[in-house]
Nanobody
């Protein structure tokens, strides 16, 4: 059974930094297709924040370009989102999404999310 667990969220002041982690069990990061971070802001739809796929350019939402950085550590089966120069509009629940091909089928896995609150 695959499980993704996000952590690292919290309350931070404008201009501060946080590093989110997405620890995975039951899936081998050496074999995944991509990992993504999404943000679900209060009263809004889920937005893609960052996308990491081997062999493809890393993609960031325009609002976080130059401030956020996505990465993964295969031996630790963990993905990260480094967030710098945080703004109030970065507030929301951040969710990790992993896609892999297992037994010939594309499979998507989601974590429960971690809350990030940026105060002005």
């Amino acid at each position: 059974q695959v499980q993704l667990t996000e952590s690292g969220g919290g309350l931070v002041q404008v201009g501060g930094s946080l590093t989110l982690s997405c620890a995975a069990s039951g899936v081998d990061f050496n074999n995944i297709n991509f990992v993504r971070w999404y943000r679900r802001a209060p009263g809004k739809m889920r937005d893609l924040v960052a996308h990491l796929q081997i062999g493809s350019p890393t993609v960031y939402d325009d609002s976080v370009q130059g401030r956020f950085s996505i990465s993964k550590d295969n031996p630790k089966n963990t993905a990260y989102l480094q967030m710098n120069s945080l703004r109030p509009e970065d507030t929301g629940v951040y969710l990790c999404h992993v896609n892999e091909n297992r037994d010939g089928a594309w499979r998507d896995y989601w974590g429960q999310g971690t809350q990030v609150t940026v105060s002005s």
